[in-house]
């Protein structure tokens, strides 16, 4: 059963870092693509990042380009997301994701992606 947890959210000021982590189990994390949602209230989850099976591709939202960085590492079954330069609009529930496809590359759409986390919440004060 594949299981997907994520941590490190939290309330943070404007300007602000937060790392988020995504700890995987039951398959074999390096196998798969990987990617970051999140949703704020009232709106629909919307991508944020994602990165290829072996972590030699990411691909990021124009909103968040050059402020977050994703990564993984295979060896831990870990994905993470660090966040920089944070906005209040970055304010949302943050989703880590994986696919079925094996040897995934960028997958940018909820559709493509058949487990998700939990969520952890991010909050950026004025």
């Known amino acids: 059963q594949v299981q997907l947890v994520e941590s490190g959210g939290g309330l943070v000021q404007a300007g602000g870092s937060l790392r988020l982590s995504c700890a995987a189990s039951?398959?074999?994390?390096?196998?798969?693509?990987m990617g970051w949602f999140r949703q704020a209230p009232g709106k629909e989850r919307e991508f944020v990042a994602a990165i290829s099976w072996t972590g030699g591709m990411t691909y990021y939202t124009a909103s968040v380009k050059g402020r977050f960085t994703i990564s993984r590492d295979n060896a831990k079954n870990t994905l993470y997301l660090q966040m920089n330069s944070l906005k209040p609009e970055d304010t949302a529930v943050y989703y880590c994701?994986?696919?079925?496809?094996?040897?995934?590359?960028?997958?940018?759409?909820?559709?493509?992606?058949?487990?998700w986390g939990q969520g952890t919440q991010v909050t950026v004060s004025s």
């Open positions: 994701a994986s696919s079925n496809i094996v040897r995934g590359m960028i997958l940018t759409t909820t559709d493509e992606y058949n487990y």
């Open positions: 039951g398959r074999t994390f390096s196998s798969y693509a």
